[in-house]
């Protein structure tokens, strides 16, 4: 099948662009993040094309309030990867690595507007990620990160938001991981679930905080890694030696605070400290969603919307495990004086952690 994409040269195989490989988990995806000054507002918007699904889908959340309202849209692909419009929402990229328009057309979710990211230093680009199910591959996706500024306006719950002075984080990540209808054979002989995650993308006046680690049951990390950006230059400096501590709210797998901890190549120390305020959920956004998720077909032309009440949200249910905490973060580089900053603190936690105290599949922090 011949795309708009195929009169680009940007083929990476003999293949046209509409076909990706033979992973049909293969995916290509946008993620966004917009956080106010003071931390009362936040947007959260994931896009993404399935191309051996054929199906492009997309969801935009505003957290404010308490309250997380959610717009999902998805469609029939048709093999256009270049045709990033699914329901309302329209996404251009402006200048490729450096700025991104999202425009939301007027609908019945009540959220509309457009928004505007740019970049305040180049994407960075993370290990790559792989991880294996016995024989399996169930994750082989690379990722680029990038801090950034907004501008725009975006309406949610009759509550419009000027954007101006947000900074958030975007990321573009490509690959196989699972996606749509779950396989229906199983991997033999069968494997508990472990799944621990964590990602803190955290903006200060002069700096970008990017540090993720995966880690197995023992808490040895499979991919980790840290860096902090220079946004004057984007010049980037690896955090050695990273580690980070957690403080457990009782009765759930998320913190309410944390310490990371690692040194530059210089050898200088590096903390930072995390006060985790309200969570994000990520299934506002299509993550672990058991009927909007990321792939699944909701036939041509869908759009729903949802809302989500923090107050009601248990934190003892694991498809309320996927959260991005919204935090206040304290920067301390060798002996200088602090920097605040604010940002994201994701957690997503299956199955045991031994650093954590988690030693069953969803038990709980006390």
Not at 54 to 68: E, F, K, M, R, T
Not at 152 to 170: C, E, K, S
Not at 236 to 253: H, I, Q, T, V, Y
């Amino acid at each position: 099948m011949l795309s708009r994409a195929d009169d680009y040269p940007i083929h990476q195989t003999p293949e046209p662009i509409a076909v990706s490989g033979t992973d049909r988990n293969f995916y290509d995806r946008y993620f966004f993040s917009a956080q106010a000054p003071d931390g009362g507002a936040v947007v959260g918007v994931a896009l993404g094309v399935y191309p051996h699904l054929n199906i492009i889908d997309c969801a935009v959340s505003v957290l404010h309030g308490g309250q997380q309202h959610s717009l999902f849209a998805s469609r029939v692909l048709m093999g256009e990867r270049m045709n990033l419009t699914v329901g309302p929402v329209t996404q251009d990229v402006l200048e490729p690595l450096q700025r991104l328009r999202l425009s939301i057309e007027p609908n019945d979710s009540g959220i509309a507007g457009e928004l505007t990211f740019e970049g305040r230093a180049a994407p960075i680009l993370e290990p790559r990620f792989i991880r294996r199910n016995g024989t399996r591959t169930i994750m082989d996706v690379t990722r680029m990160t990038q801090g950034g500024q907004w501008h725009g306006r975006i309406t949610a719950a009759g509550h419009v938001h000027d954007l101006a002075g947000w900074r958030g984080t975007r990321d573009r990540s490509w690959g196989v991981r699972p996606i749509g209808a779950p396989d229906a054979q199983a991997v033999q002989p069968a494997v508990p679930p472990q799944f621990f995650w964590l990602w803190t993308p955290t903006a200060f006046d002069d700096w970008h905080l990017f540090f993720h680690s995966n880690d197995d049951e023992h808490g040895r990390p499979w991919n980790r890694a840290g860096v902090l950006v220079r946004v004057k230059d984007g010049a980037e400096f690896a955090l050695e030696d990273a580690r980070m501590a957690l403080a457990f709210r009782p009765g759930s797998r998320h913190a309410g605070a944390a310490r990371l901890e690692a040194r530059l190549p210089d050898g200088k120390p590096v903390s930072v400290d995390f006060t985790i305020g309200a969570n994000f959920m990520m299934r506002g956004i299509g993550y672990g969603h058991p009927t909007r998720g990321h792939g699944m077909f909701q036939g041509d032309g869908s759009i729903a919307h949802e809302v989500i009440d923090l107050a009601d949200v248990d934190p003892a249910n694991p498809m309320n495990a996927h959260v991005q905490g919204l935090a206040e973060a304290r920067l301390v580089i060798g002996g200088a004086a602090p920097v605040l900053g604010r940002g994201l603190f994701e957690q997503l936690m299956i199955g045991p952690h031994a650093p954590s105290g988690f030693t069953e599949l969803f038990d709980l922090a006390g």
